[in-house]
């Protein structure tokens, strides 16, 4: 009886908090945008009991599906960012794995002061810190100055509004999802396998390569994934850093909602960019699944 009410806490939790709302957005997914009656009409009323249930499935409308596929806008939008989030990951693991590194190196009396500085800007509205680096990256930011008075540049550079701008701005924001994680795998390895890989012909590299990073893997996959996956749906960075060739589905989905006013080709799109999630976090599940069974 433990055991189950357990287990059913967490369920229960995503049954509430997960699978509840994304029926509602799938349900006015499938709905009729309503000009004189906003937001939408609905096809489902559930006061209509079991028959008009039945109705429901019997005359499903994928009306805002095939206007999805139809339209090139929003197929651009799901390639455009899948590849930011895609380079952003990437991005964040090569600045971030070295720091973690250089963290679990660190002295066991420096962990904890190196961890509560990785950790402090969490401190800060994600919003503030977000919208600094407009003063920083504009043609009359402070990096533009900094480079100019040194003597790098003789013009300003143009970085604020384009899609740099917006990698910086992911990388800077998602870079302790990253580190975090990474650090914490690398913090567990134990230092004699090194010794041990060096004793046997190993230069320090390749002692990395073959034992440090594979017993780091699992910490690499949960801060790929803690970044890409928020990423892909970003909103804020892409409008206050990017300009308007900046085309991520976050944008897209906001405008659909709030500036067009239609409900269901918006939900449509919630719900696309929700299975595109779905199927890296299911390969992560499988690849977590065969790890644990290789290992015992």
């Known amino acids: 009886m433990r055991r189950a009410v357990l287990i059913a806490v967490p369920y229960l939790w995503l049954l509430a908090l997960f699978l509840v709302p994304f029926l509602i957005v799938f349900k006015i997914s499938l709905s009729d945008a309503a000009i004189a009656r906003p937001p939408y009409f609905p096809q489902l009323e559930v006061s209509e009991g079991w028959s008009g249930l039945k109705e429901f499935f019997a005359e499903l409308d994928w009306e805002n599906y095939i206007f999805l596929g139809e339209d090139v806008l929003y197929y651009q939008a799901y390639l455009s960012s899948l590849k930011i989030a895609l380079i952003s990951t990437v991005l964040t693991l090569l600045v971030g794995y070295p720091i973690a590194y250089g ?21 800060t509205s994600f919003l503030i810190r977000v919208y600094a680096w407009k003063g920083i990256l504009s043609t009359e930011g402070l990096l533009n100055q900094l480079l100019m008075s040194l003597g790098i540049i003789s013009d300003p550079l143009t970085i ?13 924001t998602y870079l302790p999802f990253m580190v975090l994680p990474i650090y914490s795998a690398l913090e567990k390895m134990d230092d004699s396998l090194l010794e041990a890989a060096e004793d046997l012909g190993c230069s320090r590299f390749q002692a990395f390569w073959l034992v440090t ?4 893997r699992a910490g690499v996959f949960a801060g790929c994934f803690l970044v890409f996956i928020p990423a892909l749906g970003e909103f804020v960075i ?5 300009g308007s060739d900046t085309l991520m589905i976050g944008k897209v989905l906001y405008e659909e909602f709030f500036s067009n006013r239609d409900w269901p080709v918006a939900s449509a799109v919630a719900v ?7 199927v890296p976090i299911v390969l992560f599940q499988l ?3 065969k790890q644990q069974e290789a290992e015992q």
């Open 103 to 123: 963290m679990a190196r660190a002295a066991p009396e420096w962990r904890p002061t190196l961890l509560m500085l990785i950790i402090l800007p969490f401190w």
């Open 160 to 172: 604020l509004n384009t899609n740099t701008a917006v990698y910086i701005g992911i990388v800077y």
């Open 213 to 216: 990073f594979p017993m780091s």
């Open 238 to 242: 892409p409008s206050l850093l990017g």
């Open 272 to 278: 696309i960019l929700l299975l595109i999630l779905i």
């Open 287 to 289: 690849n977590q699944q």
